[in-house]
């Protein structure tokens, strides 16, 4: 098998071949679960019938949690197809990996897509509040005629491409633990994030009418 003898003559090489595997496949199954444009029209699917859920007694934050719990769905879906078919090829080609490489392919894969994924959702959701569009007679006019839907997919596509080419050019140490702390990074900027976009979204919505 290859990657086992790579792994027994060069420890560096293959530490660089984890490394890639976990983030490159990670970014792909983010990629796919953001690229559904289910963020970014979160807002103006609901069309003219958005101006009666305002008048419910329903909080809008629980509202935008909803929203942002459908969206990451379709996110982690994604990401368990991409990881199934990585988890099949290792299968397939048993290479000698210790447990603690297993289980921080494992975690690294996970967080990074999904993490990432939520921060996309984020600025996606924020488009779709700052520039709904509520006024449409075909539900599907709101995403073949909806620019935001255009905005969203090319946000997605340049942020993981961008990611995947820093992520060769860089002169940073190719292994599991660098994405662990970019991971980190990741969560960090996500949280806060989260927290103010709520606040924002609420005001915004609440004098949409």
Same mark, same amino acid.
């Given at each position: 098998?290859?990657?086992? %003898?790579?792994?027994?003559?060069?420890? %560096? #090489?293959?530490?660089?071949?984890?490394?890639?595997?976990?983030?490159?496949?990670?970014?792909?199954? *983010?990629?796919?679960?953001?690229? %559904?444009?289910?963020?970014?029209?979160?807002?103006?699917?609901? =069309?003219?019938?958005?101006?009666?859920?305002?008048?419910? &007694?329903?909080?809008?934050?629980?509202?935008?949690?909803?929203?942002?719990?459908?969206?990451? #769905?379709?996110? @982690? @879906?994604?990401?368990?197809?991409? +990881?199934?078919?990585?988890? =099949?090829?290792?299968? /397939?080609?048993?290479?000698?990996?210790?447990?603690?490489?297993?289980?921080?392919?494992?975690?690294? +894969?996970?967080?990074?897509?999904?993490?990432?994924? !939520?921060?996309?959702?984020?600025?996606?959701?924020?488009?779709?509040? *700052?520039? &709904?569009?509520?006024? /449409?007679?075909? &539900?599907?006019?709101? !995403?073949?005629? $909806?620019?935001? %839907?255009?905005?969203?997919? !090319?946000?997605?596509? =340049?942020?993981?491409?961008?990611?995947?080419?820093?992520?060769?050019?860089?002169?940073?140490?190719?292994?599991?633990?660098?994405?662990?702390?970019? $991971?980190?990074? @990741?969560?960090?900027?996500?949280? &806060?994030?989260?927290?103010?976009?709520?606040?924002?979204?609420?005001?915004?919505?609440?004098? #949409?009418?």
């Amino acid at each position: 098998m290859i990657i086992p %003898t790579i792994r027994m003559e060069n420890p %560096t #090489l293959l530490s660089s071949v984890l490394f890639y595997i976990t983030m490159i496949g990670g970014l792909v199954a *983010c990629l796919m679960g953001t690229m %559904t444009s289910i963020s970014a029209t979160s807002i103006s699917r609901e =069309g003219k019938g958005f101006q009666n859920i305002l008048a419910l &007694p329903f909080p809008l934050k629980k509202l935008i949690t909803a929203k942002m719990l459908h969206a990451m #769905l379709y996110s @982690f @879906f994604s990401s368990l197809l991409i +990881f199934a078919l990585l988890a =099949g090829v290792s299968i /397939w080609l048993k290479p000698s990996f210790t447990i603690t490489e297993y289980l921080l392919v494992f975690l690294n +894969f996970w967080w990074i897509s999904l993490i990432l994924a !939520f921060i996309i959702h984020i600025i996606d959701m924020l488009i779709d509040v *700052c520039h &709904p569009k509520l006024t /449409w007679e075909n &539900p599907v006019a709101v !995403f073949k005629q $909806n620019l935001m %839907t255009v905005v969203s997919i !090319f946000l997605s596509m =340049g942020l993981i491409g961008l990611l995947i080419f820093l992520a060769f050019i860089l002169d940073l140490p190719k292994n599991l633990y660098v994405i662990s702390v970019i $991971n980190l990074i @990741f969560t960090i900027i996500a949280v &806060p994030s989260w927290i103010l976009f709520q606040k924002f979204a609420v005001k915004r919505l609440s004098n #949409l009418y």
